[in-house]
């Protein structure tokens, strides 16, 4: 019987022998899925902001599960710890929604689209490939990453389910 | 046509709260234009939740409820001042800290 773990915001987490990871509510936030399907071994990473140098408030201690240059390399190597092999882990990536109208706000102007580029560039600095991706537009998903198969299933209000 | 009815409705609410805030502390409120959307909650709430994501865990919420005959509706406003407004706020109304 697989369990189902709950990864929250600015969380990350791995899966193993069929458990599933789950994020729930992506919004602007992006949801970064890594697999190693030898080893059979999923990660899941829910990131809110694109880099730590640029939002990070030096008065609090720096959650690192919260950035996306700090984040995924943390999962990664929860992984390999566990077994992973990394020149086997392939990415899904998915979320980066733009929920509202765009606001004047520059500091967080289009800041799905910006965690979405932040993503992609630290997953090609580890070298990491992107097999999948369903990012942007303007609605929520939740989304769910089996340790059995590697395949992301997300879920959204009234648009529908995918499986990457 | 219904959505544009629920975001005049917030609008209206918004607006009036806005309006008995700067009343009561005296401060001038500038509101802009409201975007609205439906969604999940964590979804839409992460739009704040990233802007405050450093700064503050402080709002206020109002809940309301709207009647019409037997239908009735409830419903939440959540407030979310930014940390400088916020002391504005409760400075004007001698809560300051």
Redesign the interface.
Known sequence: MSKTIVVGISDYNIAIGGDILVTYALGSCVGICLYDPVAKIAGLSHIMLPTITEFSDSRFAAQYGKYADTAIELLMQKMINSGAVKIRIRAKIAGGAQMFAPINNANIAGIGERNVIAVKKELARLKIPIVAEDTGKNYGRTLYIGSDDGLMRIKSVNKGEWVY | MDKSTIQEVGNIMAGSYVNAMSSLTGLTIDV??P?????????????P???Y???SDKIIVIEDEFGHDQVGASSHILLIPEVDGLKKIMDSLGLGS
């Open positions: 802009s234009i975007t609205m959307n439906v969604d999940m909650a964590g979804a839409l709430l992460s739009v939740a990233i802007y994501a450093n700064i």
